[in-house]
């Protein structure tokens, strides 16, 4: 059982960097893929960052592709997102989920946490 809370979201200024955080209280975290999703209001939500259970592979979206980067600590049942270089279009609530695999699509992912706000003010 997978149960995923996110933290370390915020108000910054464009150029600013933050790190999310999504901790597990589950048991079998180190059995799943870990993702990063993004909604702004009134879109679709969006895949950011994966990465595997083993840490070994990572995958980015496009927009965020030397600005982010996502890790897992298998012991501590943890995984971050480090954003740099922030832009006002990386505003939004970004989820933490879990899957047996990465992939793009929302509906593919299993677990996941309640949100956190990102707001990137230019």
């Known amino acids: 059982h997978v149960q995923l809370v996110e933290s370390g979201g915020g108000l910054v200024q464009a150029g600013d960097s933050l790190r999310l955080s999504c901790v597990d209280s589950?048991?079998?975290?180190?059995?799943?893929?870990m993702g990063w999703f993004r909604q702004a209001p009134g879109k679709d939500r969006d895949f950011v960052a994966g990465?595997?259970?083993?840490?070994?592979?990572?995958e980015y979206a496009d927009s965020v592709k030397d600005r982010f980067t996502i890790s897992r600590d298998n012991t501590k049942n943890l995984v971050t997102l480090q954003m740099n270089d922030l832009k006002p279009e990386d505003t939004g609530v970004y989820y933490c989920?879990?899957?047996?695999?990465?992939?793009?699509?929302?509906?593919?992912?299993?677990?996941w946490g309640q949100g956190t706000q990102v707001t990137v003010s230019s």
């Open positions: 989920a879990a899957a047996p695999g990465i992939a793009t699509s929302p509906s593919f992912w299993q677990y």
């Open positions: 990465i595997r259970y083993s840490g070994e592979n990572t």
């Open positions: 589950g048991r079998f975290f180190s059995r799943y893929a």
